[in-house]
């Protein structure tokens, strides 16, 4: 059974991952600027999505603006997902290193 929620569990993140990258890029919003979602992570009772982002342009400006969108992201989103429950989002910038192939 745990097996089956977990990968429920990572069927929901790559869905939300999915959806998030393309509703910010259909809003090419120009105070958030360039922006990609490098991972989306679900809390195990899938009350909340910790959604992972980097910026290319101005950081500080993109994720405040960022931050404000996040409720009508939200409801975006739950007009395209069916889930008995809408978990609550929280953007994060990603600060992991990655490593640069040729």
Request: positive net charge; contains cysteine.
């Amino acid at each position: 059974m745990r097996e089956q929620t977990d990968r429920r569990n990572r069927r929901i993140e790559t869905l939300f991952r999915e959806e998030i990258a393309r509703i910010l890029s259909e809003r090419g919003d120009p105070d958030i600027g360039f922006i990609t979602v490098t991972r989306v992570e679900i809390k195990k009772d899938r009350s909340k999505i910790f959604c992972y982002v980097r910026f290319l342009s101005d950081e500080e400006r993109g994720f405040a603006a960022l931050k404000e969108a996040r409720l009508s992201i939200k409801s975006e989103i739950a007009r395209g997902i069916s889930l008995r429950f809408m978990p609550d989002i929280e953007f994060r910038i990603d600060k992991g290193v990655y490593p640069i192939s040729a």
